[in-house]
């Protein structure tokens, strides 16, 4: 199992653009969540997935973001119309069952850093 | 809203010396908590939660909910715990929830 894969592990976008960000969670976890980490703070939650569903999404900014996680391939986020404030890391998590369980584990992926120039 | 707060965003500590990494946690109800770690150039991963009591690592977590804290403690840290470490909290709703993290604390531990 190679555990939660990310890709790109580093993007750079003018502003204006579109930056997507993919997330492959292990094998046989239905469940997804995207953290955003800005420069000198702690990883914020923004959205949490499962197959075809947006379970919570209130960590999402109400414009130009937007999560997916379809039937069959990774859980995309879409960043539309990039700003400079949008440069951060970006992880994903998978789990087996959702945190509903209280004693299910995250397991990360090695994050994706976007820079907006 | 829950709210998890580290106060410390670096801590150095000689080798051998106990460790104490300090989180407080606001959360009115029951939450659990969690204690995540990240070593140079690795994912974030697991390092204990509250619900199993273990000892990982040599590191151990009581929660106090009359202080409502979870302090990660460890009586001789080794230079491989060199780390950023995150406290975290999970809340039950109903559908499903979510970790509130820290702000992390690295720890620096000198030979």
């Known amino acids: 199992n190679a555990g939660v894969m990310q890709n790109p592990r580093h993007l750079v976008r003018r502003r204006g653009q579109e930056a997507r960000l993919r997330c492959s969670p292990m094998?046989?976890?239905?469940?997804v969540y995207w953290y955003r980490q800005l420069p000198e703070e702690g990883l914020k939650f923004m959205v949490y997935?499962?197959?075809?569903?947006?379970?919570?999404e209130s960590g999402m900014p109400k414009e130009r973001f937007s999560a997916e996680f379809p039937k069959e391939g990774p859980s995309i986020l879409r960043i539309q119309q990039v700003v400079r404030g949008d440069s951060a890391a970006y992880f994903c998590?998978?789990?087996?069952?959702?945190?509903?369980?209280?004693?299910?584990?995250?397991?990360f992926g090695q994050g994706t850093r976007l820079t907006v120039v | 809203a829950q709210r998890v707060t580290q106060p410390e965003k670096l801590l150095s500590v000689f080798k051998g010396a106990p460790v104490e990494l300090k989180c407080n946690y606001s959360?009115?109800?029951?939450?659990?908590l969690f204690w995540y770690v990240q070593y140079s150039r690795q994912r974030l991963q697991l390092l204990l939660r509250?619900?199993s009591r273990e000892s990982i690592k040599g590191f151990t977590a009581d929660l106090n909910k009359g202080e409502t804290s979870f302090h990660l403690k460890k009586p001789f840290a080794q230079e491989e715990d060199s780390a950023m470490y995150y406290c975290?909290?999970?809340?039950?709703?109903?559908?499903?929830?979510?970790?509130?993290f820290g702000t992390g604390t690295q720890l620096k531990v000198e030979l």
């Open positions: 998590a998978s789990s087996v069952e959702g945190f509903y369980s209280l004693n299910t584990e995250a397991f």
């Open positions: 094998k046989g976890h239905s469940h």
């Open positions: 997935l499962q197959k075809e569903n947006i379970i919570d």
């Open positions: 959360y009115s109800g029951s939450p659990e």
């Open positions: 509250h619900i």
């Open positions: 975290a909290l999970s809340i039950l709703t109903g559908g499903g929830n979510k970790l509130t």
